[in-house]
């Protein structure tokens, strides 16, 4: 963990642009953030907003065009293919929209694989993909295959999946983009363990739901943040009201 | 239309002021702590001086309303099946808001995106707060739906409210 | 339908041509073999309308009397005036000799001939003039084993000539079967056994008739006559050689040795038979390599002709069109295969075989029969039609619903190899996993890398035998028969050998294709590009392994079933183990061009296409 304070994650101007002259798109045009430990941050914005592609860029998926990117005290943007997968494997936890999962592995094997790219060995790896399989309120269903589970079984098991090598920092590409409103409850109550548990996580949505879950939400709009909301605190107005009773 | 829900909870059996309090209570959850204590008192007057309801005072003390037994009167039976056959539903309030983005616009008095993002500031909060509401419910709570109905509108009008500042950017540029 | 095959080829340039390469390969294959099937009779037929061969060859053995000259024998007057006979030359008298030309030595048969042309087999100069005092003319084939050519001066039993001439004959097997029983056999081989090597075969010169009397030594005196007899009916020439010869071979008895035309033609074809030999199996070899490449292909492309089968069967196509149209596409590719397969093996057929120098000429480019070419057209379709016809039926029968949802047949589970692989090295890990994501495929990777190493080793097997067989070793003469072998047996392990690299790089494709999301999602996971383009190259290695190992005993035996020999030649162990390792290096080398490109790429932009 990280000593309080000092942000886990921090970005500065951070750039990513396709194409060239005349064809030339930026997807992330000049960025500044800090993600401080422990804390859950919402990125909302329109499509094609470049919200993604931020957040390739901060788990080491992509390499900036220009900028800084410092991820647990070391600067990530500059680094290798070879190394950016090394500190994939122990910082960033990922969660895609797609779920990803391989679909001929059992949830267990799912889980347990990023702790055995790591070297951990089959059987601590297998303990440790039971375990957060019971952390998500899956433990009944280690055994069972993706195309057995529902939308929202297929996401926890890619979040227990994200967490299986205890990472710094956990990256959600919309996870709830694929689910309907019951699955997205049991996301929502996945993220809300684990923020209470202490985890960083960045959420990347436009579903408003799991943004009102995170501690501060920005807006992001033509690859650039444009408004920032402390969401903590109260708000002015009180549930009956908002429910239609009178005074 | 607390009226109609107040004879509807009578509809059961006569029962006391302190009991219709407490039924309340239990099926809206936390949505209803806000509610005034006497509030439902006030209710259960006018009711009785419109002959939909009737009270007794109850064995013992006399002329304390909450030791009085309300009971449904013939014509307050028949409000009640009325009212349950109805399908009218809330009224939507946008227009307000609307015109609100389109006087300021127009008058140069605020920017609307302004106006906008200081709303859907508040509504993410309120949502946080229901949505905190609704998680801490059982499954399948009769509070938990209620509290579930709370945070989709608010969801839908959060969606509105991205399509108004999506329309009113390049407006901002013209005017 | 018709602009939607022609969408799909141009669309998969790339697999089409494959295809094409693949079927191409077999095709010229077999079309080579059957050419030089053609070829076998021919030659021969030319050689005896050239020199006026003889329908049957008598050798007629003579008592040798100290001291008095040789005189030819009484048959001779017994079958010149035999009622079938209607010509004779002859008769001519044999004589052994050692000839010794540029620092080799060999056995030979000498014929006495005159200088005037012979009525009957009349031999057919190729180079240079006929017999003349201190001029031989030496048998073709003879004469390249040699090394001489017109104008060089060799020794025969030391006495020194000169070539005059190099010609073919119809009436003689060319070296090196000269001694070839059915051919006639061999009748006045050199004694003086001390001189040359003990393995080698003896070849024919022809001098003049003084010169073969010169040539005659006390050690070794004239003992064989022949004689050239053209019969009325050819037809019978094997019955009237059983009427009036008893056993064919010199010394045995006084009884002449008689050689019939179809006994020679067999002899002539000998050489071609060992070609054919060598190129039969190896035609099967090529074939079955290359409908393995094109299963792999079809199957590849079938994951993405499944939906398009949706379609058509959502608009009302019946599965019996389905499968049609999805054949079409193949058909059309495996014909235009099969024209250049046609056009490949009869252009090469003429400059691999020259069908044993020892007859006349070259045959030309042979002719390009109905026959075998619809022969090959049919192997071609054949070859197309059997490895579409699995993924076609399948694609057919799946319910259109399933077909239109799915992108792609999805892999089979298999826990045991998953639970293996657990315990290995990352780049294994995901090798292994790979793989099992498609038994059928790795399967048909190590069946055709068994295939391959089957092939090197029958021709390793080859080679290990041929040593032993030179003739004397490295300073004898060079077997012809052996060096032609090699040459074909060169050629088609070049043509195993790119077929098979040609298959590795189909199955690459197919599975890196096939690797690539869950590459990508090892990557994102964080295994880096090298573990991820080696686990690709290992999906591939792994089967080959056993692949490699099987071919070693089906090499061995296939060189035991061909050669006919019956013996079971073993090549050594250090040629077996660098075939086995350079095989694996090879796949691996192959395989790991197209897995780096594909890590190449940002795994972001891979998972983010939708796939999975």
């Known amino acids: 963990m990280n000593e309080t304070g000092a942000p886990i994650l921090g970005a500065r101007a951070l750039r990513r642009e396709y194409g060239r002259e005349a064809g030339l798109v930026r997807a992330v045009d000049g960025v500044d953030l800090d993600v401080a430990a422990g804390e859950t941050l919402a990125v909302m914005g329109p499509s094609g907003c470049g919200k993604s592609t931020l957040l390739h860029l901060l788990g080491g998926l992509d390499r900036p065009t220009s900028g800084e990117l410092v991820l647990a005290g070391q600067r990530i943007d500059h680094l290798g293919e070879r190394a950016l997968a090394r500190l994939r494997l122990g910082t960033v936890g990922f969660v895609f929209q797609a779920f990803h999962l391989m679909d001929e592995l059992t949830a267990a094997e799912n889980v347990e694989l990023p702790a055995l790219l790591a070297g951990v060995s089959p059987r601590r790896a297998r303990r440790r993909a039971t375990d957060l399989l019971e952390h998500v309120g899956l433990a009944d269903r280690a055994r069972f295959l993706p195309s057995a589970l529902s939308g929202g079984q297929r996401q926890r098991v890619a979040v227990a999946r994200a967490l299986a090598n205890e990472p710094l920092i956990v990256l959600a590409d919309e996870p709830t983009g694929n689910l309907d409103s019951e699955a997205t409850l049991d996301v929502l109550r996945l993220f809300d363990s684990l923020h209470t548990a202490g985890q960083t996580l960045v959420v990347v949505t436009h579903d408003a739901r799991i943004a009102a879950t995170a501690d501060r939400m920005i807006s992001m709009r033509d690859g650039a943040f444009v408004d920032e909301t402390r969401l903590t605190g109260g708000s002015t107005g009180s549930l009956g009201t908002l429910a239609g009773l009178e005074g | 239309m607390q009226q109609e829900v107040v004879l509807a909870l009578l509809a059961k059996e006569p029962s006391h002021g302190y009991q219709l309090r407490a039924r309340l209570r239990e099926a809206l959850g936390p949505v209803g702590d806000a509610m005034n204590a006497g509030q439902i008192y006030v209710t259960l007057t006018r009711l009785e001086k419109a002959g939909l309801v009737a009270s007794e005072p109850s064995a013992g003390l006399a002329d304390r309303p909450d030791r009085k037994v309300y009971a449904l009167t013939p014509a307050g039976q028949q409000r009640v099946a009325d009212w349950l056959t109805e399908v009218s539903w809330p009224r939507p309030d946008l227009a307000e808001f609307h015109l609100k983005l389109v006087a300021a616009a127009a008058a140069g008095l605020a920017d609307p995106i302004a106006i906008v993002d200081t709303q859907r500031r508040e509504l993410l909060r309120r949502l946080r707060d229901a949505q905190r509401a609704a998680m801490a419910e059982p499954d399948r709570s009769a509070a938990g739906l209620l509290l579930e109905g709370i945070v989709l509108r608010l969801q839908a009008d959060l969606r509105w409210l991205e399509a108004c500042e999506r329309t009113w950017t390049p407006r901002r540029d013209q005017s | 339908m018709a602009p939607g095959l022609g969408r799909d080829l141009r669309h998969h340039p790339a697999q089409a041509f494959l295809l094409l390469l693949a079927i191409t390969a077999a095709?010229?294959?077999?079309?080579?073999?059957?050419?030089?099937?053609?070829?076998?009779?021919?030659?021969?037929?030319?050689?005896?309308?050239?020199?006026?061969?003889?329908?049957?060859?008598?050798?007629?053995?003579?008592?040798?009397?100290?001291?008095?000259?040789?005189?030819?024998?009484?048959?001779?007057?017994?079958?010149?005036?035999?009622?079938?006979?209607?010509?004779?030359?002859?008769?001519?008298?044999?004589?052994?000799?050692?000839?010794?030309?540029?620092?080799?030595?060999?056995?030979?048969?000498?014929?006495?001939?005159?200088?005037?042309?012979?009525?009957?087999?009349?031999?057919?100069?190729?180079?240079?003039?006929?017999?003349?005092?201190?001029?031989?003319?030496?048998?073709?084939?003879?004469?390249?084993?040699?090394?001489?050519?017109?104008?060089?001066?060799?020794?025969?039993?030391?006495?020194?000539?000169?070539?005059?001439?190099?010609?073919?004959?119809?009436?003689?097997?060319?070296?090196?079967?000269?001694?070839?029983?059915?051919?006639?056999?061999?009748?006045?081989?050199?004694?003086?056994?001390?001189?040359?090597?003990?393995?080698?075969?003896?070849?024919?010169?022809?001098?003049?008739?003084?010169?073969?009397?010169?040539?005659?030594?006390?050690?070794d005196p004239l003992s064989t006559y022949v004689l050239n007899l053209k019969l009325s009916d050819p037809a019978r020439a094997q019955a009237f050689a059983n009427a009036h010869g008893k056993g064919n071979n010199a010394g045995l008895t006084s009884s002449p040795g008689l050689a019939a035309w179809p006994g020679i033609a067999a002899a002539d074809g000998l050489l071609v038979q060992d070609e054919q030999q060598v190129l039969s199996p190896g035609s099967w070899l090529a074939c079955l390599l290359a409908v393995a490449s094109v299963a792999v292909l079809a199957g590849g492309r079938m994951a993405e002709h499944t939906r398009r089968v949706g379609l058509l069967k959502a608009v009302g196509g019946t599965p019996g069109l389905v499968a049609l149209v999805l054949l079409a596409e193949n058909l059309i590719v495996a014909l235009a295969a099969?024209?250049?397969?046609?056009?490949?093996?009869?252009?090469?057929?003429?400059?691999?075989?020259?069908?044993?120098?020892?007859?006349?000429?070259?045959?030309?480019?042979?002719?390009?029969?109905?026959?075998?070419?619809?022969?090959?057209?049919?192997?071609?379709?054949?070859?197309?039609?059997?490895?579409?016809?699995?993924?076609?039926?399948?694609?057919?029968?799946?319910?259109?619903?399933?077909?239109?949802?799915?992108?792609?047949?999805?892999?089979?589970?298999?826990?045991?190899?998953?639970?293996?692989?657990?315990?290995?090295?990352?780049?294994?890990?995901?090798?292994?996993?790979?793989?099992?994501?498609?038994?059928?495929?790795?399967?048909?990777?190590?069946?055709?890398?068994?295939?391959?190493?089957?092939?090197?080793?029958?021709?390793?097997?080859?080679?290990?035998?041929?040593?032993?067989?030179?003739?004397?070793?490295?300073?004898?003469?060079?077997?012809?028969?052996?060096?032609?072998?090699?040459?074909?047996?060169?050629?088609?392990?070049?043509?195993?050998?790119?077929?098979?690299?040609?298959?590795?790089?189909?199955?690459?494709?197919?599975?890196?294709?096939?690797?690539?999301?869950?590459?990508?999602?090892?990557?994102?996971?964080?295994?880096?590009?090298?573990?991820?383009?080696?686990?690709?190259?290992?999906?591939?290695?792994?089967?080959?392994?056993?692949?490699?190992?099987?071919?070693?005993?089906?090499?061995?035996?296939?060189?035991?079933?061909?050669?006919?020999?019956?013996?079971?030649?073993?090549?050594?162990?250090?040629?077996?183990?660098?075939?086995?390792?350079?095989?694996?290096?090879?796949?691996?080398?192959?395989?790991?061009?197209?897995?780096?490109?594909?890590?190449?790429?940002?795994?972001?932009?891979?998972?983010?296409?939708?796939?999975?």
Request: aromatic residues 4%; hydrophobic residues 50%.
């Open chain 3, 27 to 219: 095709t010229a294959t077999l079309a080579l073999g059957l050419a030089l099937h053609g070829v076998t009779s021919q030659p021969y037929q030319r050689t005896r309308a050239a020199t006026n061969g003889p329908d049957v060859v008598a050798y007629l053995p003579v008592l040798h009397r100290p001291g008095r000259v040789a005189q030819p024998p009484a048959q001779v007057t017994t079958l010149v005036h035999d009622p079938g006979v209607t010509g004779h030359s002859g008769p001519f008298p044999l004589v052994g000799a050692v000839v010794r030309a540029r620092g080799r030595a060999a056995p030979a048969e000498a014929e006495g001939r005159s200088q005037a042309p012979a009525v009957i087999d009349q031999p057919k100069l190729t180079a240079g003039s006929w017999v003349r005092p201190g001029g031989v003319v030496i048998e073709r084939t003879f004469a390249g084993a040699l090394g001489v050519g017109v104008g060089d001066r060799v020794t025969l039993n030391g006495r020194p000539f000169t070539v005059a001439g190099i010609a073919v004959t119809a009436a003689n097997p060319p070296y090196p079967n000269l001694c070839y029983t059915g051919g006639g056999g061999c009748w006045a081989s050199p004694i003086d056994r001390g001189t040359y090597p003990a393995a080698a075969a003896t070849g024919l010169i022809w001098v003049t008739g003084p010169d073969a009397d010169r040539l005659a030594t006390s050690a």
């Open chain 3, 338 to 612: 099969a024209a250049a397969g046609l056009a490949i093996g009869f252009l090469a057929a003429p400059l691999i075989t020259s069908p044993g120098a020892g007859l006349v000429g070259s045959p030309g480019a042979p002719s390009l029969t109905l026959p075998t070419a619809g022969l090959v057209i049919a192997v071609a379709l054949a070859v197309a039609l059997a490895a579409t016809l699995a993924p076609a039926v399948r694609a057919a029968r799946t319910s259109t619903v399933s077909a239109l949802a799915d992108a792609a047949r999805p892999p089979r589970r298999r826990a045991r190899l998953i639970a293996l692989s657990a315990r290995l090295p990352v780049p294994l890990l995901l090798g292994l996993r790979l793989t099992a994501r498609r038994l059928r495929r790795a399967v048909l990777s190590a069946a055709s890398i068994a295939v391959t190493v089957t092939g090197i080793v029958a021709v390793l097997a080859f080679h290990a035998t041929a040593r032993l067989t030179r003739f004397g070793g490295s300073a004898g003469l060079a077997n012809p028969v052996i060096s032609r072998d090699e040459q074909m047996l060169t050629v088609l392990t070049v043509m195993l050998v790119t077929l098979a690299v040609l298959n590795v790089i189909v199955t690459a494709w197919a599975t890196a294709l096939d690797a690539r999301h869950s590459s990508a999602l090892a990557r994102a996971l964080g295994a880096t590009p090298q573990q991820a383009s080696a686990a690709v190259s290992a999906a591939q290695v792994l089967p080959a392994l056993p692949g490699a190992l099987l071919g070693i005993p089906l090499g061995i035996g296939l060189f035991a079933l061909a050669s006919g020999s019956g013996t079971v030649t073993v090549p050594p162990a250090s040629w077996l183990a660098a075939t086995v390792l350079g095989t694996l290096v090879a796949v691996a080398g192959l395989t790991a061009i197209p897995a780096r490109i594909a890590a190449r790429r940002p795994a972001a932009a891979i998972l983010q296409s939708g796939l999975g």
